[in-house]
């Protein structure tokens, strides 16, 4: 079964005559990579004390949706990796995001949804009860003081669980197709085998973290929402709203925020960066 998950995922993504920008044979996204892991797996506990109270477990979400407990299951997760044509369109731009970027931010979305939608009807329709929380009205939007904007289900620490990439200096989410990706979730009570998880933390990725170089997202920031302290979500809020959106958004033809300069024309944008070589002495 889980196979025929994956194959059949693959195949919406790669088949889809909505996976590509409108009015152009563009694509938006390359294959993406699948994750698994169990509802029971102790990381979903534990964001409650590093995201908030708010955060809600798998658990939490099931008996949200259903009205019903969830003794076993699994958190499904995927990785939409942009693809090269998305990608290299915002690679000149130094405030705003290519119209390309911003299209693709804007209808890639919506076929993310189309996405979740099609495996909670997949996994239904062979009897086990299944929740996309990105598309449930249990949903919501938070503001925490200290750490900023958040909400009740994270679709890229869902993925960290997942076993499908680790932290950024930019909170991103640094995966084997890199940085410049869109994640989406389910969560079910069909039970299947959880991916391997390798990480010994959540920046394993990073080469900041993990070798204390690189920085390239700080200089790609035009908010200067990126420091060597991390990323100020404020900041980088107030400028997608107030300075991008107002600038590009109608001329473009999309109404949600975007940037991505600090996921593009970086180490980490379409993979994970090697470390770097140890000058001999």
């Known amino acids: 079964m889980k196979d025929e998950i994956i194959s059949k995922i693959e195949n919406f993504v790669t088949t889809s005559g909505h996976n590509k920008l409108p009015d152009t044979a563009i694509k938006i ?7 698994f892991a169990d509802v029971n797996n102790e990381l979903f506990g534990s964001y409650k004390q590093k995201i908030g109270s708010f955060h809600l477990t798998p658990k939490e979400w ?15 997760c995927w990785i939409l990796p942009f693809t090269e044509t998305i990608l290299k369109s915002n690679y000149l731009e130094r405030a705003f995001p290519s119209k390309e970027w911003a299209q693709a931010r804007f209808y890639g979305e919506q076929f993310n949804n189309m996405l979740r939608e099609f495996v909670v009807g997949l996994i239904t ?13 249990n949903w919501q939007r938070v503001y925490v003081d200290d750490i900023g904007h958040a909400s009740t289900w994270s679709e890229r620490h869902a993925a960290y669980a997942t076993g499908l ?5 930019t909170d991103a989410l640094i995966t084997e197709c890199g940085m410049a ?16 998880f390798l990480y010994k933390g959540i920046h394993d ?4 973290y993990n070798s204390n170089s690189c920085g390239a997202c ?27 959106m107002p ?23 379409r993979s994970i960066p090697k470390l770097p070589k140890l000058k001999s002495k």
């Open 247 to 269: 600038a590009v958004n109608e001329a473009y033809g999309v109404t949600t925020p975007s940037c991505g300069l600090c996921q593009t024309r970086v180490p980490c944008e």
């Open 62 to 76: 099931f008996k949200a949706e259903f009205e019903d407990s969830l003794p076993n299951g699994t958190v499904i």
């Open 165 to 169: 990439g680790t932290f950024s200096l």
């Open 218 to 244: 700080i200089r790609r920031c035009p908010a200067g929402a990126i420091s060597l302290n991390g990323h100020n979500k404020d900041l980088c809020f107030e400028y997608t709203r107030r300075k991008v």
């Open 29 to 35: 996204y390359n294959l993406p990579r699948i994750g």
């Open 205 to 208: 990725n990073c080469l900041h």
């Open 125 to 137: 329709k062979i009897g086990y009860r299944t929740v996309a929380p990105a598309l449930s009205s």
């Open 181 to 196: 990706v869109r994640v989406g979730s389910v969560i079910t009570e069909l039970v299947l085998e959880p991916s391997p």
